[in-house]
């Protein structure tokens, strides 16, 4: 049963235009969202996060909303580079269970010049 | 500092041998976690760490064995390897609470013929 959903595979954008990533959690005890990028063979670096008691956490070009009643967040990349293009997966941390971490599946984004 | 290094970087194995993954941090983090990471299913916690000596199941345990006998070190085993856990396998580590980011290692990819 997959709590942490990320329904798109892939997204393609433009560079210089806003990439927007989606998604959906099931559990509402999740208390605590992460975003990782990870390029291909190298482990996942972390990007930003968002509490729950929060609706929005920005850091530069990047920008977390969370949607707590509709149990939806989304990263906002703008403008987007090439060198954004990775896969982003999303994750969420449920209080006092050592840190664990439930990813989602993951979106590439590829970001064309 | 190195961070969070993974011995070894590839390996192939046949079905029934065993092996050990070997996960080492120098940043004197409490945390410690394994991953492993399979096409369209994000990445998936087997067993973590919260400190030296304890260990505790993750989401796909089954299989695999860790210690934990140093506090730097987090050992992956598989007793008697089967073509199911063919995969990247990744270690991480966080050392300032749960809430924190986990730092990843670069991973180990592992095929079991």
């Known amino acids: 049963d997959q709590q942490v959903k990320q329904n798109s595979p892939s997204l393609s954008v433009q560079e210089g235009r806003i990439s927007i990533l989606n998604c959906d959690y099931t559990n509402s005890m999740f208390d605590y969202f992460l975003w990782y990028k990870k390029y291909p063979a190298e482990g996942p670096t972390f990007l930003i996060s968002i509490s729950s008691i929060k609706d929005k956490n920005e850091d530069g070009r990047f920008t977390v909303f969370l949607n707590k009643s509709a149990k939806h967040l989304s990263l906002h990349i703008v403008p987007s580079q090439p060198g954004d293009s990775a896969v982003y997966f999303c994750?969420?941390?449920?209080?006092?269970?050592?840190?664990?971490?439930?990813f989602g599946q993951g979106t590439e984004l590829s970001v064309k010049p | 500092n190195a961070g969070v290094t993974q011995t070894p970087k590839f390996r192939v194995l046949k079905t029934g041998q065993s092996m050990t993954l070997l996960c080492a941090q120098d940043m004197n983090h409490e945390y410690m976690y394994w991953y492993r990471q399979d096409p369209g299913m994000g990445l998936r916690l087997i067993h973590y760490s919260v400190g030296e000596g304890t260990t505790a199941k993750g989401e796909v345990p089954d299989g695999y064995n860790v210690s934990r006998l140093k506090k730097q070190n987090f050992l992956l085993g598989l007793e008697s390897a089967a073509p199911s856990q063919t995969s990247v396998y990744f270690c991480?580590?966080?050392?300032?609470?749960?809430?924190?980011?986990?730092?990843f290692g670069p991973g180990t990819r592992l095929t079991v013929l």
């Open positions: 994750a969420s941390i449920l209080y006092n269970q050592g840190g664990k971490l439930i």
């Open positions: 991480a580590s966080n050392g300032n609470g749960p809430y924190n980011e986990q730092f």
